[in-house]
T-cell receptor, first 119, second 109 residues
């Protein structure tokens, strides 16, 4: 069974530009979450999508947005890039359905990440 | 809001036992998870405690005490390959999984 695939793996942008990152979840997983990881800050939650609906959103400015398609693939977009947006962006898929105690609700499978450098 | 606190660094030698603690504050609690991340790699799921007590998976065990809002990950017979960052995580109110800032474990020979 293929894992979570994120593209691109590495990218370099300049301030003011925008970027779109893509995530293909494990087949059958309908929940996709996005995280930003920077040194010292751990994994900070961006948003979660389930069945094409944003179910939860972290504390990030509106420049960060995302969407999910009918095949569960997800994209996130960052507009008007700032130097502080340089980070590893991780996508994770799970069998989460919204039932917190359901099996697999807390098991996220992460992709390798997209490392964004903003110059 | 929700927060999970864990030590930033832990060091140990091969063969030793190390415990990584995690204290949490959540509005609604549905269990504590642990993830491992090697340098340059993706976080991988280690264990989940939905109920109080100890869960054992090989050399790794995880413990939860909901009355104390506390859990820990116990790593036994440490090996060099266990050098990594370890994250505790819990769902916030709603459905998203929130992570602590991570504990970097360095195992030396």
């Amino acid at each position: 069974k293929a894992g979570v695939t994120q593209t691109p793996r590495y990218l370099i942008k300049t301030r003011g530009q925008q970027v779109t990152l893509s995530c293909s979840p494990i087949s059958g997983h309908r929940s996709v979450s996005w995280y930003q990881q920077t040194p010292g800050q751990g994994l900070q939650f961006l948003f979660e999508y389930f069945s094409e609906t944003q179910r939860n959103k972290g504390n990030f400015p509106g420049r960060f947005s995302g969407r999910q398609f009918s095949n569960s693939r997800s994209e996130m977009n960052v507009s008007t890039l700032e130097l502080g947006d340089s980070a590893l962006y991780l996508c994770a898929s799970s069998q989460r359905t919204g039932q917190q105690g359901a099996p697999g609700a807390n098991v996220l499978t992460f992709g390798a990440g997209s490392r964004l450098t903003v110059l | 809001g929700q927060s999970l606190e864990q030590p930033s660094e832990v060091t140990a030698v091969e063969g030793a036992i190390v415990q990584i603690n995690c204290t949490y504050q959540t509005s609604g609690f549905y269990g504590l998870s642990w993830y491992q991340q090697h340098d340059g790699g993706a976080p991988t799921f280690l264990s989940y405690n939905g109920l109080d007590g100890l869960e054992e998976t090989g050399r790794f065990s995880s413990f939860l005490s909901r009355s104390d809002s506390y859990g820990y990950l116990l790593l036994q017979e440490l090996q060099m390959k266990d050098s990594a960052s370890y994250f505790c995580a819990a769902p916030q109110a709603g459905t998203a999984l929130i992570f602590g800032k991570g504990t970097t474990l360095s195992v030396s020979s």
